[in-house]
């Protein structure tokens, strides 16, 4: 027990605090005053506050059940975009039927989320065009570009206007088609070109297609042209107009840039120039026949074949490279390899030529060709049919 006065602590049974005197008693009369009035006002209270308490447990209850609600609906909306995350992975991979199932499932969870009906109907023109791309890549296949270029223009029209990751792959594979296209019928179309002006009007076509056929078939055009202006070369060589032959050479390296057949080719023109203008022509062009029939028959002349081979590609052409060498003690130059193609049976289906570089062959020295030739649809066969050079004295 504490003085209510000063605050010290007293017996229980004490009527004075024996520190500052004041009267015990009547603090603890005051003190079950306090209380009994206290007690009055706390049942006072209480009665006040009972006709509030049925509006406050409803108020918990419906609190309770908005936050039960809200809870169930997070989760069902989680639940949605987990599902539409997974048709839209399953249709990326392709597997179309798998995305529209995941897509209607979500939507029996949220009918009014218009995005899962616009996925539906993404996935369902994604699944078509894809099966028509199918349809253009086998028109392809069959050389059907004119089918394969109006069904393509079809499917451009049906997806310019839509986006997204599963319509961009399709974009991009309907212009990779249209480049397949444009190859296929320009590749369709090399064998029926006769002339370097056609062929060079259809580099600059193929020169705008930036892919791995359009650098395909650019280089089947450039060997084309390479080989045309040769052979046209040579044909002004022999007629003895060597000014149109270099003409035609240097025409030649316009298309094809610095190509070693072509500048050996010059170099010939120039020889061959020189050789007419000294009246020697005529006994080079002899001493050239006779070399080269000497080597065919003892295969021990000036030049020795150290290698040789000739590979086929996919388009119907085939290329034919070997290595010569100077087996003699003298420099030989104006070195060129005629060969045959020649058929299952042996027989010769066509001939042609190609020139040494370098020009010249110090003796030991080894020199390389290389010619394209176009056209071969059957299995065929090379051989060396002659080689001819001219021995500098």
């Known amino acids: 027990m504490f003085c209510h006065k000063c605050g010290r602590k007293v017996t229980s049974d004490a009527n004075f605090c024996f520190n500052c005197g004041a009267d015990l008693k009547d603090d603890v009369e005051h003190s079950e005053d306090e209380w009994l009035e206290g007690r009055g006002k706390s049942k006072k209270k209480r009665f006040t506050y009972m006709p509030f308490l049925p509006p406050i447990v409803s108020l918990v209850l419906i609190a309770g059940t908005i936050g039960w609600y809200y809870n169930h609906e997070q ?92 319509i961009q792959p399709l974009k991009e594979d309907v212009s990779e088609k249209d480049v397949m296209i444009k190859v296929g019928k320009i590749n369709n179309e090399l064998d029926q070109l006769k002339t370097v002006d056609e062929l060079s009007r259809k580099l600059a076509v193929i020169s705008s297609i930036p892919s791995e056929e359009g650098k395909a078939v650019k280089e089947q055009i450039l060997n084309r042209i390479v080989q045309l202006t040769v052979e046209d070369a040579e044909e002004k060589m022999e007629q003895k107009q060597f000014t149109n032959a270099m003409t035609l050479a240097d025409r030649g390296l316009q298309y094809a840039v610095n190509d070693k057949r072509l500048l050996s080719l010059k170099e010939k023109i120039e020889q061959s120039r020189q050789e007419f203008e000294q009246a020697e022509f005529e006994r080079i062009e002899k001493a050239m026949e006779a070399a080269a029939k000497e080597d065919l028959k003892n295969k021990n002349a000036a030049l020795e074949i150290v290698d040789f081979k000739a590979e086929e590609d996919e388009v119907g052409g085939m290329t034919v490279t070997g290595e010569v060498k100077n087996i003699v003690s003298a420099t030989v130059s104006s070195i060129t390899v005629y060969y045959n193609i020649l058929s299952k049976d042996k027989n010769v289906l066509d001939t042609g030529f190609t020139t040494v570089y370098p020009f010249k062959l110090e003796p030991g020295k080894k020199g390389k060709f290389e010619d394209y030739y176009y056209g071969v649809f059957e299995d065929v066969t090379v051989e060396i049919e002659n080689i001819t050079w001219v021995v500098e004295e």
């Open 75 to 166: 989760s069902v909306n989680a639940e949605v975009l987990a599902i539409k995350k997974e048709a839209e992975d399953l249709a990326l991979q392709g597997e179309y039927d798998m995305a529209k199932e995941e897509l209607a499932g979500a939507m029996e969870l949220r009918p009014s989320y218009h995005v899962l009906r616009n996925n539906l109907e993404v996935v369902k023109i994604a699944e078509e065009v894809n099966g028509e791309l199918e349809e253009v890549r086998e028109q392809i296949k069959t050389k059907k570009f004119e089918d394969a270029e109006k069904n393509l223009t079809r499917l451009r029209e049906k997806i310019t206007r839509l986006d997204g990751p599963l």
